[in-house]
DNA sequence: GGCATAAACGGACTATAGTCCACCTAATCC
DNA sequence: GGATTAGGTGGACTATAGTCCGTTTATGCC
């Protein structure tokens, strides 16, 4: 069997789609870019975009993908406290967490406006997005001390959601949102 | 300044609508009905169902209204615990705030579509209805001893987002759900 | 009752997401 | 290099949300 290679021309369009997506986002706002006109821009079909990304939240999961995977990298290899550190390494899981949430809030401010497509143009988007199974993943590892660490994990992502920070974010501003999430943190894992 | 009342015509309308919202949502499921298919059953134009309910979630608001406001009149005035009770007394707010977390999964549960709608129709529709103003409030007042009791009712709250909800539901199921948001009011109010 | 007016009405219209399918072409095999 | 074919392409098409504005009507006043 072998691999079944991704056809010549939709590569150049797959990345063509991408890179006009990324300016057009970047011009003109997320939520002000329609589809049709990424499609335009990128010189390439309706049918093409769609059949390729799904929808727009799919495009803007793609659009994440590089960073969040950077991200995941770093967490599952980097150095301690975010990553395990080199094997002997003493950190506890709080100090973990504590890490996590704090890059992970890194990542989400810095690209709230494509997040927030990405996990609400479906409804029960964010659920099914590999990503949301690695952070949940992650999260409920490091909860193990408490009664069902795979609901407190899905609690704290809770909070981790683009729309509630985007929400909160405005009312509060950055500094009070962290704390919260210290504060959620440290009574998760006291 | 005599208020002036509302037509004779806009009031048998609004009924209409709502009669005919609540019928179809129960009949067909709140996603599967469109605005046009309400605007029919009604036998009222679009621009008058928009004009008064503004989108799809001003429509799921105003059908949720009433069940609304009668948890938030036992909040407000009920008997304990999830009331305060009549004068005197003696409750304490981990108790008040784990009745309402219950109180509010029971209506939550009762219409999940229908709040689905309502929260996520437009972007920040939630935060903005004035319904979640109101359980904010309330929870931020049940955790005045919390450093930032504001941020922190916003964090419960983000629990308690229909969208998280209908997601976790399906994976863990009513009870874990149940249970996990109690351990987030124990470690709020510890 | 007749009139003025502000409010409400409703359907044509626009914009956008997403589907469908007839056609095209890159890769493979001989 | 020509035939084969799986997969890709793109634009016409549908469905739906939401807007606009000319027309209608309830209501308060004389």
Redesign the pocket.
Known sequence: M?P???????????AAVLEAAAVLFRERGVE????????AAA??????????F?????LATALLDEQERDLQEAILFGPAPLGPGPPGTKVTSQERLRAFVEAYLDHLLGHLDLVRVSET??PGARYRIGAYRFWHRHVALLLAGRADPVADAHLLLAALAAEHVAAVRVELGDERLRGSLRGLVDALTS
Not at 4 to 14: G, I, L, Q, T
Not at 32 to 39: G, I, P, Q
């Open positions: 072998s079944p290679r991704e056809r010549a021309d939709a590569a150049r369009n797959r002000a870019v329609s589809m049709d006109a990424v499609a010189g390439v079909g309706k049918g093409t975009l769609f059949r390729r799904g929808d727009k939240a799919g143009a479906a």
